[in-house]
């Protein structure tokens, strides 16, 4: 009786297959584990060298000599100030004041595929354990009415509310939170004011308000176009970043520096915002500019702008062959603001014989905002001054721009000197050299 082979060329090709898709399989397994290596490893470097150092400033921590704070990564996660990258890891950042510097280390555990050499490592200084920003939260909100601080109507018309828009630095948006008190009846002449008033969950307020004027006499016409530009409102007027080179700024509306922007008419615009300027890959230290911009379904458009720094973060000695490499610490010397803007940052690696220093020597205070009143009485023929200033006093750049929104009513000069041209209400924006804006209501009588 004859006897088949096991072997036959029909199986020996299927375990040829099996073996081939197993080593391809194998491949992608490994493939993956290297890529996502040298991914903690960057990620670990750009916490060290600008994620760290951006939350001790957006959470205003200040440590005395010889004290050092631990920060959990997850706490600068949720400051959305590092990617979702970080999510695969634990750790923390060590933050050192040494004789009036600050060293950052940082320490990972990501998965079971790199392993930060020194990780459970604690400092033998002092613990800082002053709270957070986030945790005292003693910031009001941001408040901002929607067109102007004073209105008239005429008698009988119909008055429609255009409403306030407001955020806050740790809750985002709480527009929907505003409240307003008082009426206004338009069948009786008479002077009504609104009251808007917002909380955050920390029990903060701010409150603005409105006057509105109800007069047979009322110059406003019922078919008036609309001239009264959007707000974008950001949620932490003072934010700034800093980014290493190789790295994108975030831009997102909930990010750092998180907006929204409302119309008195077309209501919440905030996905119309556009968003412009140097937002790309970024390969050259220096200071940038991002642009902000919305206009409503009339034309009206508001701008504004933000700075963020791209720094050197010392990524070349990582050795990616070692599952436990320390990629090195970051140094920043101490300024006496609490402003970023205003640091002296030196980043180095501890890992290398060779090491790339970055020290920023410029130091400039930026500006916050603008200090305007709310409305400006001027008659027709004569002029008035705004007496606008930068904010904070110390600002490095105390240059101002004035642009009327409806220069057949009012004039303005560079100077912040309006001359009243027609009976009416229009509006003057200022803006700061670095895009900080601040509306003023020009009465014209």
């Known amino acids: 009786m004859e006897v088949s082979k096991f072997w036959t060329k029909t199986k020996i090709i299927i375990l040829l297959i099996i073996l081939s898709i197993i080593l391809i399989v194998s491949g992608i397994i490994v493939f993956n584990r290297i890529r996502l290596k040298k991914e903690y490893i960057k990620l670990e470097n750009r916490i060290t060298n600008d994620a760290a150092p951006n939350y001790m400033t957006y959470e205003q921590i200040k440590l005395k000599n010889n004290q050092y704070r631990k920060i959990d990564i997850k706490q600068i996660r949720a400051d959305k100030l590092i990617s979702k990258r970080a999510d695969d890891c634990d750790g923390y950042v060590l933050v050192e004041n040494i004789s009036g510097n600050y060293n950052y280390r940082t320490y990972l555990k990501c998965k079971n595929i790199y392993t930060t050499n020194g990780y459970g490592i604690e400092s033998k200084m002092t613990k800082n354990t002053t709270k957070t920003q986030t945790e005292k ?11 102007s601080s004073t209105m008239t109507v005429n008698l009988n018309d119909k008055f429609k509310d255009p409403g306030a828009s407001a955020s806050d630095k740790i809750d985002g948006d709480l527009t929907d939170k505003v409240e307003v008190t008082g009426t206004v009846d338009t069948t009786k002449e008479g002077t009504y004011v609104l009251t808007y008033k917002v909380s955050d969950k920390a029990g903060n307020s701010s409150s603005k308000k409105r006057t509105v004027i109800v007069s047979k ?5 019922k078919d008036e176009k609309d001239k009264v530009v959007p707000v974008i409102t950001f949620k932490d007027e003072n934010a700034y970043q800093k980014i290493c080179i190789g790295d994108k700024v975030n831009i997102s509306k909930d990010g ?19 968003v412009s300027g140097q937002i790309g890959v970024m390969n050259a230290v220096g200071d940038y500019t991002i642009n902000y911009s919305v206009s409503d379904k009339s034309g009206n458009e508001t701008t504004s702008k933000r700075k963020y720094s791209v720094i050197k973060c010392n990524t070349s000695n990582n050795n990616t062959n070692n599952t436990n490499s320390n990629t090195g610490t970051n140094t920043q010397t101490v300024a006496p603001s609490n402003n970023e803007n205003t640091s002296t940052n030196t980043s180095s690696s501890n890992v290398s014989t060779s090491t790339d220093i970055e020290v920023e020597t410029n130091i400039t205070t930026y500006p916050t905002g603008v200090n305007a009143p709310d409305t400006l ?17 110390n600002a490095t750049n105390k240059t101002l721009k004035y642009k009327v929104i ?4 009012a004039s303005v000069d560079s100077n912040g000197i309006v001359t009243g041209k027609v009976v009416g ?6 803006t700061t050299s670095n895009g900080k804006t601040r509306g003023v209501i020009i009465i014209v009588e």
Request: charged share 25%; aromatic share 4%.
């Open 137 to 147: 939260d003693t910031e009001k909100p941001n408040i901002t009415l929607i067109g």
């Open 217 to 221: 006499n009322a110059s406003t016409k």
């Open 377 to 393: 009485y001027v008659s027709v023929g004569s002029t008035s001054p705004i007496n606008a200033s930068v904010l904070p006093s």
């Open 425 to 430: 209400e229009t509006r003057v924006t200022i």
């Open 406 to 409: 409806n220069s057949n009513i």
């Open 256 to 274: 750092v520096y998180g907006y929204t922007a409302r119309d008195d008419i077309d209501g919440d615009l905030t996905d119309k915002v556009k």
